[in-house]
């Protein structure tokens, strides 16, 4: 008898015209580490009397379908996850290569059709309604560079065969950690230890009474971009700034030898005033726990930019 593993695991993305109804076709194939999407549906037990010490049988409660799937930074297949945040790009240049620009503050957000398969079992799972909540990533100096996307979705549908086709297949061109900078006002920014990047749309769920149990949409409401920025202590710049309760533009930028890049511009970013402790004879260090807001002059919160061989998304 076959035994699952996760080696073996398939992941298909498509995104739908219609909220909760799964396209046809026009499925991508998605590399990722890991995922906890799925459905569940507990039990309630029962509250009644007059039948002895011996409950009677649980009720079935409301279904909910969400999770979290790791994928990698790369140049292409990342750009699905990019629309899933913000919505679709503006596109620019007549060839390869092309600039897909992301911007924040979008009222709308595309839905998604994400199958996940153990063709062993056989168990091809569709989630339907899929909606991005939060993506976040961190940069540091070393290790794989991978992005967590939070999603909620509508339901679950299983079967034994896909219901994806043959998906397509974009070419992986992955980013490291190695390929990161950040700079401050145009500036590189030095001393940084670590980053930590979190976008979140704070999905409202519409939790309607229906016969499926299931939701009737998640809807964005006040996004949110906060993150943590770990530096070693070596001037006052950072600090002055959080004492003064200013903003500042930072940008968090991947760029590979041949040419591909992933920018993420935050336009107005507000630092805490920081403790400052010296815990040893090792060097100091300060940790930022920022957040950002709306730039009135850009008119948005941020922008991601990624420039790659994908004509649309």
Request: proline share 6%; with cysteine; glycine share 10%.
């Amino acid at each position: 008898m076959a035994r699952a593993q996760g080696a073996r695991a398939l992941m298909a993305l498509a995104f739908e015209t219609t909220y909760g109804t799964p396209p046809a076709s026009g499925f991508t194939r998605m590399p990722f580490a890991s995922t906890s999407l799925g459905a569940e549906q507990p039990l309630l037990n029962s509250e009644l009397l007059g039948y002895g010490r011996d409950p009677l049988a649980p009720i079935k409660d409301a279904v909910t379908a969400d999770g979290d799937v790791v994928v990698p930074l790369d140049a292409e297949v990342f750009g699905f996850w990019l629309k899933a945040a913000f919505g679709a790009p503006t596109t620019t240049g007549a060839e390869a290569p092309y600039s897909h620009e992301f911007q924040s503050g979008s009222w709308t957000l595309p839905s998604m059709s994400i199958e996940t398969g153990m063709p062993e079992i056989p168990r091809y799972a569709m989630y339907s309604g899929c909606v991005l909540d939060q993506i976040t990533w961190q940069m540091q100096r070393s290790g794989l560079l991978t992005a967590t996307a939070r999603l909620v979705a509508q339901g679950e549908t299983v079967g034994t065969t896909t219901s994806a086709g043959t998906p397509a297949a974009l070419e992986l061109k992955r980013f490291g950690h190695f390929n990161g900078a950040i700079t401050r006002n145009g500036t590189a920014l030095g001393n940084v230890v670590s980053a930590e990047i979190t976008y979140a749309n704070n999905l409202d769920r519409i939790e309607t009474i229906r016969s499926d149990g299931r939701i009737d949409g998640a809807d964005p409401s006040i996004a949110a971009l906060t993150g943590r920025i770990e530096v070693r202590f070596a001037d006052q710049t950072l600090v002055t700034q959080a004492i003064n309760g200013e903003a500042c533009e930072m940008e968090f930028a991947y760029v590979l030898p041949s040419g591909e890049s992933f920018t993420f511009t935050v336009h107005a970013v507000y630092l805490p005033r920081p403790r400052i402790e010296i815990s040893g004879p090792q060097g100091v260090q300060a940790t930022f726990d920022w957040q950002a807001a709306r730039d009135s002059v850009v008119g948005r919160m941020c922008t991601a930019t990624l420039v790659n061989d994908v004509e649309t998304y």
